[in-house]
């Protein structure tokens, strides 16, 4: 009857991951709330991707950031009732980039 127990304790922990890194390949999707700025920004290596990537992600209301090395984009999904284009674009700034929305 132990063997029973573990044998479904295994599965169901093995389901519940596999769900949840199924979960972490889809895109994010802005929610109602939230908004997606992008930003074209001077990063010149992996260095300083990885500078914006550290440091942005803790910004007041930032949901979601990805960044694009060879078009030198990052966008950024946030709660709009906690911050704006601005903030985050001074955010960027203030690590020493320099920093313009990227046209549409």
């Known amino acids: 009857m132990k063997a029973v127990k573990i044998i479904l304790a295994v599965v169901f922990?093995?389901?519940v991951s596999a769900v949840s890194?199924?979960?972490?390949n889809v895109e994010k999707k802005p929610k109602s709330k939230d908004e997606q700025v992008v930003f074209s920004v001077n990063l010149h290596c992996e260095s300083c991707e990885q500078k914006v990537k550290k440091n942005i992600p803790y910004e007041k209301g930032v949901?979601?950031?990805t960044t694009d090395l060879s078009k030198q984009l990052v966008t950024i999904t946030y709660q709009k009732d906690k911050t704006d284009k601005a903030k985050l674009k001074k955010a960027i700034e203030k690590l020493?980039?320099?920093c313009e929305e990227a046209k549409k």
């Open 13 to 15: 922990l093995f389901s």
């Open 21 to 24: 890194a199924q979960d972490k």
């Open 63 to 65: 949901k979601d950031l």
């Open 96 to 98: 020493g980039f320099t």
